[in-house]
Structures are given as structure tokens and as C-alpha cells.
């Protein structure tokens, strides 16, 4: 008789899938919204991840996947009529999510979009204005940048905005500078923010990026968030009318609304991104065989794999509550503050530690991990650096705001 060898342990067992959704948060969303959720996944592992990685070494942005992400239909929740497809915050978490899960720089495209540029008109237009921008941003037709920092301001913006508004008769004169402006170079409108001379006071302005006086420079040399096409924008007595100015906006407090919301948005995107780089990690280890073993059966892996999906497991958790708050207006500045600046720092460790798991292969742009660990050095610092996040917090909890 011929001797047949058992398989070995490894062969025999078929490893379970890589999933980052450990605790089945999931579960919590509506059949219909867990369908919407699939199908962005769909779009985004199918269309966006086999081209992202070229796009991102070229510091380019795919333009040609515009039409896909516009038929989602997801552009404007969780925001009622004007077009918009309405839903939960809840819902817009686990969208971000899974958008980050495959790349930050269409996640960071999409919130700033979506979240700062139609949050600022939904939060502070006119029913006039709303009426005539959330459709077409809705739609994607009118793509919304939102200029808020400065070449010389940017935890500081609450008191230090050099970008100034002057009233001239039925409109405004705006003169200064705005950095990092995301969309900026190839968007139609930037919700521009600058102190008014008069009563010194921050407004808000919906500027048609074609307007004479209104210029944008790409910024290159960027290490994280390449695919995002950030401007320098320079305004030289770039004249807006009045009917452009946010109505609703009368001072930095009306801003700051809007940086909470999409810093809440921030936090998941941060999720995402760690979620993305463990679960290649994971696929990585599973495959990936030394001394005749495939390393996932290692212990120190296993050791590694175990950190992630902690940190991962309690962030989600973090953003699942805080959207629950959102959607029940429960949610405070100190809030949200707190979840972008945990799941940041976990997020920036846990992307660390899929990067270690690859050895060198994990600086390969090939190997998707690098450029995780590249993004996220950008999650960490935009929508409030970790410091600036935690003195919100920590002027909530003792009384006392330490801010210079």
C-alpha cells in the first residue's frame, strides 16, 4: 500500500477572511444601509484600489473614477432635501470608513467635499443658497472646497485669521492667503473664511474659484495624501457679492460647527485607514511563508495582528457612540475633539505595526501598507492636531482653557 502523509496543520485549514469589523458593528446598520455600505466597498476594492497606488506615486488625482463615485449617490448625506440623499451620521461613519479602508486621499476628497464645503452651506446658507449649491454638490456637478488655514495660520485660526472681507457696496473685497486647500485646483467653489475689517469678526464666503482675483499654485513635495490636489489659494481684491455670503455665518463659533462635524468624520476616516492596513497585513501573514510556515502562526504576529484589531475594535466603538450623539444633537465640540485625537494616535501606531508585520516589503508602494502609513501621518495633523484636540477637551473637563 502506498503511504498518503496527512496534510499539515496549515494546509489543512483555510484561513478565515481578514476583517477588521471584529465586534460586527455593522450589525447596527438597517439592511438598506448595510447594502449602500457594501456597494461603496464594492467600488472602491473593484475601481479605486487596482490604480490608486500609481496615482498616489504621481501625486495625481483619478479623475476618471468621478462618474462611479458619483452614481453611489452618497455625496451629501446624512443632509435632508436640497437634493441630498439624506441618512444618519451613523451611516456617513461606516461610508468614510469604508472609503478609507481602501485610500485617505479619496476618503479626504470626499469629506471635504461633502462634509466642510456642503456642511458649511446646510449649516449657514440661506434657503436661497442652499437651494441653488447643495443640488449640484449633491450631484457632484459642483465640486467644494473649504479655505479656512493659512501659510501662516493654523491651530490658531480662531483668533489669528490675516484673510480679510471688506464690504464694497453690494459686495465684499477678500485679500489674503489660504493653505492645504483640498480640491482647490480643480473645484468649482471654496467656502472661503476671512475676518471682517469692520467688526472683526470670521465669515463665511462661497466663491466661484473662476472669479478674477482668485488664484490657486498645487503644492508639491507632499508625502501623505498625494492623490489630494492641494492649492495655495492667493485672493488680490477678489470681489464676491453678497448674495454669496454664507448668511448664517456671523462669527469663528459658526465655523468651528462646522470643523466638529467633520472632525467626527476625521475619527472614522482614521479607523479606516488602520482597518485597511490590518487587514492587508492580516491577507500578508497568511500567505507569506518562512522557515516552511506560513507567519501568521507566529507568535509574535499573531502578537501584532492582536494590537491592531484592539485598536481598531475600540476606535470603531469610539465612532459608533459619537455619531449615535451626532444624530441625537448630543455631541459637543469636546466630543469630537476627543475621538479624532484617540483614533489618531491609535491609527498612526496601528498602521506602524502592519508596516513592522511586512519586514521591507511593507515600504513598497505594491504592498499598499506604505502608503497607509504615508496618509496617515496627514489624519494626524489635520481637522486639529492631537494637542490642539486634547486643550478642547481638557477646557471641557477642568473649566480652565489653557489655549495661549
Not at 485679500?175 to 469678526?201: E, F, S
Not at 475619527?267 to 507567519?295: H, T
Not at 508596516?355 to 496618509?375: C, K, P, S, T
Not at 486639529?384 to 471641557?396: D, Q, S, Y
Request: neutral net charge; proline residues 4%.
Amino acid at each position: 500500500m502506498t503511504r498518503v502523509d496527512p496534510p499539515s496543520p496549515a494546509a489543512a485549514v483555510r484561513p478565515p477572511e481578514a476583517d477588521g469589523d471584529f465586534f460586527g458593528f455593522a450589525g447596527l446598520l438597517s439592511e438598506e444601509e448595510n447594502a449602500l455600505r457594501l456597494k461603496v466597498r464594492a467600488f472602491m476594492e473593484q475601481e479605486v484600489q487596482p490604480v490608486i497606488s500609481d496615482y498616489w506615486e504621481r501625486d495625481e488625482f483619478p479623475f476618471q473614477l468621478l462618474p462611479g463615485l458619483k452614481a453611489l449617490g452618497i455625496s451629501g448625506i446624512p443632509y435632508q432635501g436640497y437634493g441630498c440623499p439624506g441618512g444618519t451620521t451613523t451611516l456617513l461613519g461606516f461610508i468614510t470608513m469604508e472609503i478609507a479602508r481602501v485610500d485617505s486621499s479619496i476618503a479626504t476628497f470626499f469629506g471635504v467635499h461633502g462634509g466642510l464645503a456642503m456642511g458649511s452651506i446646510y449649516l449657514w446658507g440661506s434657503e436661497e443658497q442652499k437651494q441653488r449649491w447643495l443640488p449640484p454638490m449633491a450631484r457632484m456637478e459642483t465640486i467644494g472646497s473649504f479655505g479656512l488655514t493659512e501659510p501662516d495660520v493654523g491651530s490658531g485660526a480662531a483668533g489669528g485669521l490675516t484673510t480679510t472681507a471688506r464690504r464694497d457696496g453690494d459686495g465684499w473685497i477678500l485679500n489674503g492667503q489660504k493653505k492645504w486647500i483640498g480640491n482647490a485646483t480643480w473645484g468649482d467653489i471654496t467656502i472661503v473664511w476671512a475676518r471682517d475689517v469692520d467688526d472683526g469678526q470670521v465669515k463665511g464666503f462661497i466663491v466661484d474659484n473662476r472669479s478674477p482675483g482668485f488664484h490657486v499654485e498645487k503644492i508639491l513635495h507632499k508625502m501623505a495624501l498625494r492623490v489630494v490636489q492641494n492649492g495655495l489659494i492667493t485672493l488680490e481684491d477678489c470681489r464676491v457679492p453678497e448674495a454669496n455670503r454664507l448668511q448664517g455665518a456671523n462669527s469663528f463659533k459658526d465655523t468651528a460647527r462646522v470643523l466638529a462635524s467633520t472632525r467626527a468624520g476625521v475619527a472614522w476616516e482614521s479607523v479606516g485607514c488602520a482597518r485597511g492596513a490590518y487587514e492587508y497585513a492580516l491577507r500578508y501573514a497568511q500567505r507569506r511563508m518562512q522557515f516552511g510556515k506560513p507567519i501568521a502562526s507566529f507568535q509574535l504576529v499573531q502578537d501584532l495582528l492582536f494590537r491592531m484589531l484592539c485598536n481598531i475594535t475600540s476606535t470603531q466603538a469610539v465612532c459608533v457612540r459619537l455619531s449615535q450623539m451626532q444624530d441625537q444633537g448630543l455631541m459637543r465640540d469636546e466630543h469630537a475633539a476627543l475621538a479624532k485625537g484617540v483614533c489618531t494616535v491609535r491609527m498612526r501606531e496601528t498602521v506602524g505595526w502592519a508596516r513592522e508585520l511586512l519586514g521591507g516589503n511593507g515600504i513598497l508602494l505594491d504592498q499598499q501598507v506604505g502608503r497607509f502609513v504615508a496618509d496617515a501621518e496627514a489624519l494626524y495633523s489635520y481637522e486639529g492636531t492631537r494637542e490642539m484636540n486634547a486643550l478642547i477637551v481638557g477646557r471641557a473637563i477642568t473649566g480652565f482653557s489653557a489655549f495661549v
